[in-house]
């Protein structure tokens, strides 16, 4: 048995070893953070090159180039609720298909073992159960085809499949399987072709029957627990809350916003109130029990088609007659860029008149907006752009029309998109992204405070003016859907998409502070949070939660802490959505000493100031092949009429 000296150095030399094991533990760590930023350096290099490349022969070339711009840019997509009123879905009578106690086991096992329905609540799972019908298809039958059109989701109970993706087998499947569940989101083309290798029996669920039961899940709650505040909320106390809070709402959204500011969920042990601590909010106990004090556990109260914001620009002048604002004159084209996905055209004008002054024209098909059946959203983006007057949002000045197109005629903002900035930077700073992230509050401050969700938001959407302050821009996804009120359109970029999207539970205001928090990460890092190869892996992604992301350590503890707390899977506990607002983000540590004022009034010196040479330098933009198929007619004598 040795010494205690020697027992002393045995431990010390253990101690060293160990020593010297987190130093390389440490070095490799920063070795792979290295290559990390490598590689994105390289990858970002990649896409900027794929990006700008022009094509040496433009009709031989043009698919190919439109295919890299897709590869680049993000997809918005949008997908309509049920056809059913929104009011009339609690008396909706769902179809019932019977079934043995095997089946109805098979298909909820199925459907728990399914990484995004098990996210579904007990009774909706049930409700689906009852509402699959069965399917049968004989040996070499194809049930989806790769690229076409679906609204059903499968459940297999016997028999067996192949799924392949562009003619490679990827596996196969046999009975207690879902296939097929992305067309029940909305409506989308298959991204994968099954065959059957044997006869199968299926039970199948249509997309309106699904979205018929979780939008109905979420009226019913939302009616009941409106009628258990009414019941239990004392009027005296309701109002005596609103006085502390310095709150004056209009009376008729008093109850619902009471229903907003309080719904909170307790665990079982947790503390709900502790003595000595600043009490300003009471509670109503709806579910559970308490010892001591009180709870409530209520839930928040609170187009089709798919949009894209490419802003590259070609070097073509064109000189056409126009009607413009309040005078009649020449406008002249300096700039012709697409949005290949809305099959759009849009344009740089110059008043002939004032040369000084310059315009952004959107130019949209009427028939491409009539076969994607966006006619409310053009209406809705209209009459939310023109009533909104923000130095954070682009402004909307005049729309006009002729036999074939619609005009919008905007703000010119030449600073160029944040989406390009960061493609070529890789990712910026803290003091960057705090700056850009502090304009998308201010805009979201102002729309939110009219009733408005903007629900696209991403740096493809964000432009910046000559100064360099971001502008939120393509409104074709907002809405007004007024206070305490939700809405279930999906839609938005994947990549962005808040849960209670993806679940169909409705969602409001919320799910922009959701997609704040996805912006920040993407910011300061190059890349979104929640990504997969396709939709529906980046929805499953998504539902696991922001806490199943490992945060790289260039993200600070700060921006860290902020992003969770606007992430957060419950759309009440968002920052943002709390009962203080907005003000709760814009007090956060990380924008401690950010000088708001100075942002508001434009004295605030932006991180990136573009170069701009003049009010036609259109250099801040990509360049694209130019599309000469079906250009703008040359006579534009309807665009003196309002669409």
Not at 321 to 347: D, K, P, R, T
Request: with cysteine; glycine share 6%.
């Amino acid at each position: 048995m040795g010494t205690l000296r020697d027992l002393q150095y045995a431990l010390q030399e253990k101690i060293e070893e160990l020593r010297q094991r987190d130093a390389l533990i440490d070095e490799l760590e920063l070795e792979l953070d290295q290559k990390d930023e490598l590689i994105q350096k390289l990858q970002n290099e990649l896409d900027k090159y794929r990006s700008v490349i022009k094509p040496a022969t433009q009709q031989v070339h043009k698919a190919s180039a439109l295919q890299e711009q897709h590869r680049t840019k993000r997809q918005a997509i949008s997908g309509e609720p049920t056809a059913f009123d929104i009011h009339e879905l609690s008396h909706v009578t769902l179809p019932f298909y019977p079934k043995s106690p095997q089946s109805k086991g098979l298909i909820k096992e199925a459907i728990l073992d399914n990484d995004f329905m098990k996210n579904l609540e007990l009774s909706q799972i049930q409700e689906i159960v009852d509402c699959m019908y069965p399917v049968e298809y004989a040996t070499d039958s194809c049930i989806i085809k790769e690229g076409d059109v679906g609204s059903l989701v499968y459940v297999m109970e016997d028999g067996k499949v192949e799924v392949t993706k562009e003619s490679m087998k990827l596996c196969t499947m046999g009975p207690g399987k879902v296939f097929g569940e992305l067309a029940i989101l909305y409506n989308c083309t298959r991204t994968a072709t099954v065959k059957t290798l044997t006869n199968v029996k299926l039970w199948a669920i249509d997309r309106q029957c699904f979205q018929t039961i979780m939008m109905r899940t979420g009226l019913i709650k939302h009616a009941e627990y409106m009628e258990f505040l009414k019941r239990w909320a004392p009027l005296s106390l309701y109002l005596s809350l609103f006085l502390s809070l310095s709150l004056c709402p209009p009376p008729p959204l008093r109850l619902t916003l009471l229903f907003l500011s309080l719904q909170t969920h307790y665990g079982d042990g947790e503390y709900i109130i502790r003595q000595g601590a600043r009490g300003d909010t009471f509670f109503i106990i709806s579910k559970g029990k308490v010892t001591n004090l009180l709870i409530i556990e209520v839930h928040v109260l609170m187009v089709h088609g798919i949009s894209g914001a490419s802003q590259g620009l070609s070097t073509t002048v064109i000189t056409v007659e126009v009607s413009s604002m309040s005078e009649s004159g020449n406008l002249i084209l300096l700039g012709v860029y697409h949005q290949f996905v809305m099959e759009l055209l849009a344009v740089i004008v110059q008043l002939k008149s004032d040369e000084i002054k310059t315009f952004a024209m959107k130019i949209l098909k009427k028939r491409h907006i009539v076969d994607t059946r966006q006619q409310e959203h053009i209406r809705s983006e209209k009459q939310i752009m023109q009533e909104a007057h923000s130095d954070f949002i682009v402004r909307l000045y005049r729309t006009f029309k002729d036999a074939k197109y619609l005009y919008m005629l905007m703000e010119a903002c030449l600073g160029g998109e944040l989406w390009t900035i960061l493609r070529d930077r890789g990712s910026f700073e803290d003091s960057t992204t705090r700056f850009y992230t502090a304009c998308v509050v201010e805009a979201f401050a102002y729309l939110h405070s009219k009733g408005i969700i903007y629900r696209d938001l991403k740096p493809e959407n964000l432009i910046l003016d000559h100064r360099g302050y971001a502008k939120l821009v393509d409104f074709g996804f907002a809405k007004k859907i007024g206070f305490g009120k939700k809405t279930w359109t999906f839609c938005g970029t994947p990549e962005y998409v808040a849960p209670e999207i993806i679940l169909n539970k409705g969602h409001d205001i919320s799910a922009d502070y959701w997609s704040l928090g996805i912006l920040m990460y993407e910011l300061l890092t190059g890349s979104p949070p929640f990504s997969g190869p396709d939709p529906m892996k980046t929805y499953n992604i998504i539902l696991r939660g922001i806490d199943m992301i490992e945060f790289p350590k260039k993200i600070t503890k700060n921006a860290a802490n902020l992003i969770k707390k606007l992430c957060r899977d419950n759309p009440s506990e968002r920052l943002g959505n709390l009962k203080n607002g907005v003000k709760d983000i814009q007090k956060h540590k990380w924008f401690e000493g950010f000088n708001w004022e100075g942002l508001r009034k434009g004295t605030l010196t932006p991180p990136i100031i573009p170069d701009v040479s003049s009010s036609t330098d259109t250099s801040n933009f990509d360049s694209f092949p130019e599309d000469n198929d079906d250009p703008p007619p040359d006579d534009m004598s309807g665009w003196d009429t309002d669409f």
